[in-house]
């Protein structure tokens, strides 16, 4: 596809005025034949692997942003889900692997690392039951190592055991790292994407080429602008207004990535046309709500205008490009979003909308501080909860949950740099322990068998 002039000068008004970038390129890496029978030597292969190509795509993504003006925020790397490439490795393999990946990407200037995980949906491995362990020694001993476990599917329906143990994990790293920080670094999914280029849930999934390239798009700065700009059209003009802002976003992000894959002599993946909010003022999906008319985010009709935007985005990205993948929704973390973060603070927003709200995007209960005594079960519990949209709905859901140590509802706390601010939500006290503990697999719903 050509590019005119005026779709040049009008992304560079993006990018100049709303906040408009490329908020990752992130390249998929299989690992599988870095392994090896001697621990070292496997090591190695997955240092050389991580550092050749790590190093490659910051000098290339460099260049492009020198070339084109539009900031790449972050530069980050997945890989084959770890649990499958240490099956056959001694049990302290997983924290060794962890510390290479970790040393590997520091050397090659790379933001983050997604990967270190397991597919756990219908039951575990040993070496996946591994690896869930030492999940708290990991992100509490690493720097740039993200973590995911897969949970349910539709397929599959919801695997209760790891959910159990996904609380309890939760509550582990939270206290052995500054305000639960390590938190931040792992998410738990139903349907996860194979192509998620945004952390913590990225991974390189095994129906995924040796490498595959993949762009997360932002924009919300732009959108609420739009939005701004139109206060008197109905929703149907509104939201052909948003969708048309999309393609013009997508289609900036598609360049970036196609011609970044091309540099590096690796295939093209996915553009995830996700609006991904930033701490930056202006640059807030809550935002965009409030601009369409909505006076708090949490408000009554908060759930109906998320569904119209995140809608319009999806038509538009579809229509500037066929390769849409990865998450492609719309996230809301509340404390990297400074609109989401005032509504809580004002009581306009609880966890129970959220939870409400994640039925029409896609992402889930994302960065949500709760207080640090909440029991492991009812952690295990608003997973659970969360979880079981996906399942049933046919669509990714995900949760990030940071149990704070020592802080209550109410409390302020400060995560720093792009992980933002918040104030801890209130969570019931009524306790779900009894059927938590339960266990065992909740089957999978009628949906799921579309054969």
Not at 29 to 53: A, P, W
Not at 103 to 123: E, M, N, P, S, T
Request: hydrophobic content about 40%; glycine content about 12%.
């Amino acid at each position: 596809m050509e590019y005119s002039l005026d779709e040049v000068m009008e992304t560079v008004h993006m990018t100049l005025y709303q906040n408009f970038d490329i908020r990752t390129v992130t390249l998929g890496i299989n690992l599988k034949d870095c392994i090896h029978s001697d621990l070292e030597i496997f090591k190695s292969n997955v240092y050389d692997r991580i550092t050749e190509y790590g190093n490659r795509l910051v000098f290339e993504a460099g260049k492009l942003e020198d070339k084109y003006g539009i900031p790449i925020i972050n530069k980050r790397i997945s890989v084959t889900p770890i649990s499958l490439i240490i099956e056959s490795s001694h049990e302290d393999a997983p924290l060794e692997i962890a510390g290479t990946l970790d040393r590997a990407v520091k050397d090659a200037g790379i933001d983050f690392i997604g990967g270190y995980g397991a597919l756990v949906q219908k039951g575990m491995t040993k070496a996946d039951e591994i690896l869930i362990d030492s999940l708290p020694d990991v992100l509490s001993g690493t720097e740039r190592v993200c973590a995911f476990l897969n949970i349910g599917s539709t397929v599959s329906g919801m695997n209760m055991d790891a959910v159990i143990r996904a609380g309890k994990i939760m509550k582990s790293i939270s206290q052995r790292t500054e305000n639960g920080i390590g938190c931040t670094k792992f998410a738990v999914y139903s349907n996860a994407p194979e192509d998620n280029p945004f952390m913590a849930g990225a991974f390189h999934g095994v129906g995924e080429p040796d490498f595959s390239l993949n762009v997360g798009i932002s924009g919300p700065g732009v959108v609420r602008s739009v939005v701004e700009k139109n206060k008197s059209c109905d929703l149907t003009g509104l939201s052909e207004i948003i969708k048309r802002t999309a393609f013009k976003i997508t289609r900036a992000g598609e360049l970036i990535g196609r011609e970044l894959a091309v540099n590096m002599n690796v295939p093209f993946g996915i553009v995830d046309i996700s609006l991904a909010s930033t701490t930056k003022v202006g640059d807030s999906v809550a935002g965009i709500m409030e601009q369409m008319g909505i006076e708090k985010m949490g408000a009554p009709g908060s759930t109906a205008a998320l569904a119209l935007l995140i809608d319009a985005v999806k038509k538009g990205g579809a229509m500037a490009s066929g390769n849409v993948g990865g998450l492609s929704g719309t996230f809301i973390p509340v404390s990297e979003d400074s609109c989401m973060n005032e509504a809580v603070r004002t009581g306009a927003l609880s966890i129970e909308k959220l939870e409400a709200l994640t039925a029409v995007c896609s992402v889930g209960l994302d960065m949500i501080a709760i207080p640090g005594d909440t029991p492991a079960e009812t952690i295990s519990a608003i997973i659970a909860d969360e979880l079981s949209i996906g399942v049933v709905n046919g669509k990714t859901t995900g949760v990030r949950l940071i149990p704070v140590p020592g802080k209550k509802a109410g409390d302020y706390v400060n995560f720093g740099g792009l992980m933002g601010e918040t104030y801890v939500m209130d969570i019931s006290t009524f306790s779900s322990r009894d059927f938590i503990l339960r266990g065992g697999r909740m089957p999978a719903p009628i949906t799921g068998m579309k054969n």
